[in-house]
């Protein structure tokens, strides 16, 4: 490649600066960011930023009662939330080795809860003492921080830091985060901060976008917000009844826009977001069945 090309190459990359515009605070549009809106309960935070995924045309013509968004979450965030659960689990049972899991009925850390139970915890409590020794000293650090990582992710405390990510996929923490970012992961959608002061910026962190937990609000709650009642502003609604219990999940402090996504980023988050749940799947091969194949193309 030519300095030229490569120049010219360079020139086309997006920067963080490219994604976002705060043009447009006062209409609804698709691509809107509003900081504050509540999550209900699906996340380990009560409010996150929230990108607008309802049709431009229903926004434009008011042709919908509702307001449908993508909760959007720091990427240290989502390290401790129940998507990367599977991942860590996957992890403890390399780890450990399905020879000592397979110890108690049923096995230790299956995929039929995301959660660390109590019985679980207490029974690696115990194969840990059993075969510390035998793991070695390295690996069991390593089982620690994995299972203190699960416990964040159980309770819904939240570390200050990716420390315990880092520790338990060690190497493969740097693959991980690079998949994030390069939108290699067909359930999130990265988004740069926007290197703005925080009191007037739309992105304050690196984020990511989860297409697996889309929350709806009355598109009347979003409308009636009277940023001059402060704290009070709910009180407007409380004689609609059909609107206390989403007015309830949101905080005393009003949901803010703060910018939207531009057109040619918003425009790839829809295709994707659309295709996340447009996938039709099918069984997959139990494991047994793999393994047979695999000799049988082997022996050809």
Known sequence: MTNRTAHHADHMKATSTDYYA???LNEHMCGDIWWGMPTFGLLPLSTAIAIVVTPACDLDNCKTETLTYLPCVPVETYFSTSPIARRVKGELRQLIGQKHLSEFIPPL???DTLALTAH?????DTLLARHGAALGEPRVKKIAD???LLKCITEGSLPDDIVL???VFGRNASKLIEDIVRNNRPDTHFLPKDLQPVEYGVMPAHSVILFRYPVTVPMELIEGIDYNA???WKSAFRSRAFLTASLAMFDEKPPIKRGRVREP???DIITRYVASFGRLGSPD???????DIRSEIEAS
């Open 146 to 148: 994995a299972l203190a």
């Open 165 to 167: 990510f880092k520790s």
């Open 265 to 267: 980023f918003m425009k």
């Open 230 to 232: 402060g704290s009070a």
């Open 285 to 291: 091969f139990s494991p047994q069945l793999v393994s």
């Open 109 to 111: 850390l299956n995929d």
């Open 22 to 24: 705060q043009d447009t």
């Open 120 to 124: 679980e915890a207490g029974k690696l």
